[in-house]
């Protein structure tokens, strides 16, 4: 029953490095999102994927990119990370039948220096 | 003007209080709304959702009104346990992604 899973949870970078930040869902969910959490801004979202296949930009997209490898997988990679993307940034999926209420992974603190 | 909003708080009440947090959304072609919690350094929470008539959950309460853009939730009789950061959630007209809310801080004292 593992729902949303993030990777790492944890991470700290220099300025200018690039990564990945990894997400799976096992609940067959079509939708997958990546949102950043900031103090006083609340979740913004930065990419979603409504089905496999297909990616559009949320509302803070630059600086990053995003793959939607299958139905399970939805990647946020960072580049060549800046300090300004130091944040807390959370994974979700959502169904498509029923109610529209998202799970979210437990996700990642990134720190960038 | 942010599309959701919240007075942040905090909200410190003593346990068994009633505490009510309001939330204005500006796209008045909004689909659905939710309330969620979110506690510290954890990820947000489905509290409920918020149905035009007004729905009830135990000691919780949301009211929705369209023709003001207008959010609320009621909490009765105030637990330590429901000290949380509380979320106001906007469903798009396009019904493909949520929009938060920058969240209500709610401390339950003893």
């Known amino acids: 029953n593992a729902g949303v899973t993030q990777t790492p949870k944890f991470q700290v970078l220099k300025t200018g490095q690039s990564m990945t930040l990894q997400c799976a869902q096992d609940?067959?969910?079509?939708?997958m999102y990546w949102y950043r959490q900031d103090p006083g801004m609340g979740l913004r979202l930065i990419y979603y994927?409504?089905?496999?296949?297909?990616?559009d930009k949320g509302e803070v997209p630059n600086g990053y990119n995003v793959s939607r490898l299958n139905k399970r997988e939805f990647s946020l990679r960072l580049e060549s990370a800046a300090p300004s993307q130091t944040s807390v940034y959370f994974c979700?999926?959502?169904?498509?039948?029923?109610?529209?209420?998202?799970?979210f992974g437990s996700g990642t603190r990134l720190t960038v220096v | 003007r942010k599309e959701v909003e919240q007075d942040p708080g905090p909200f410190n009440v003593p346990e068994g209080a009633t505490v009510a947090f309001n939330c204005t959304y500006s796209?008045?072609?909004?689909?659905?709304f939710f309330w969620y919690r979110q506690d510290c350094r954890k990820e947000p929470k489905l509290l409920m959702s918020?149905?035009?008539s007004g729905n009830e959950d135990g000691r919780f309460t949301a009211q929705l009104n369209r023709a003001s853009q207008y959010i609320s939730l009621l909490i009765r009789d105030s637990k330590l346990s429901d000290s949380a950061t509380y979320l106001c959630v906007v469903m798009g007209e396009y019904g493909n992604k949520l929009v938060f809310g920058a969240g209500t801080i709610l401390r339950v004292k003893s």
């Open positions: 796209n008045s072609a909004s689909q659905s």
């Open positions: 979700a999926s959502r169904g498509t039948a029923g109610w529209y209420g998202y799970t």
């Open positions: 918020v149905y035009s």
């Open positions: 994927s409504a089905s496999e296949g297909t990616t």
């Open positions: 609940m067959n969910h079509n939708s």
